[in-house]
Each structure stands twice: as C-alpha cells, then as structure tokens.
C-alpha cells in the first residue's frame, strides 16, 4: 500500500494536482505504514510464530512428526533443554543408569 500511495503521488505531481489532494495521499501513506509497523512490532513481541511463513510451519510441524517417530523407535534420544541449555553443572549429574538408581 506504501508504494501504491507513493506511485500515486509520484504520477499526480506531473499533472499539478491542488495541494489538498497529495497532503492526503502523504497522509494516507504515513497512516498506513504507522499501522503496518505497529502490527509488526506487536506479532514480533508477543505472537512471533505469527511472522512465520507458511512453508516454514509445514516444515516444522513435518520435523516434529518425524522426531516423535524417530523417539518412538527408539532411534533418537530426547534432550531436555535445561540440559541443552547448560543451566545445570552437569559435573553433579550421575553419568549412567546405575548412578541414578543409586541415588
């Protein structure tokens, strides 16, 4: 819509239109891109999965199909993130299934 607005004035301004009618169109323009703008801060903050192209929610959600038959088969380990993330000192976590059960 920007650059329909902006093409807009870019054209009028070769036929001397009044002055009234390209304030308008810039008006337009700005209110349009404020709106435009604001929505996008708002979805990145609060809903960014919302930003997300389709093709790339299809991708995922296959990924997630496929992780949850690989875990099924026992072919894939899950790792939690808290792990993952290193939040834990992993020299206090038991190594093996003999140290877990001990404690």
Do not use: C
Not at 4 to 18: D, K, R, T, W
Not at 80 to 88: D, H, M, N, T
């Amino acid at each position: 819509m920007t650059i329909v607005f902006l093409a807009a004035i870019v054209i009028l301004q070769f036929g001397h239109p009044p002055t009234w009618l390209t304030v308008l169109l810039a008006v337009l323009m700005v209110v349009n891109y404020a709106q435009f703008s604001v929505a996008y801060h708002y979805f990145m903050r609060q809903r960014p999965h919302s930003l997300r192209s389709e093709a790339f929610d299809f991708k995922v959600t296959e990924l997630l199909q496929n992780r949850g038959g690989e875990i099924e088969a026992g072919r894939y380990e899950e790792v939690s993130f808290v792990r993952e993330a290193g939040i834990l000192d992993l020299s206090d976590a038991p190594q093996n299934k003999d140290e877990t059960n001990k404690q």
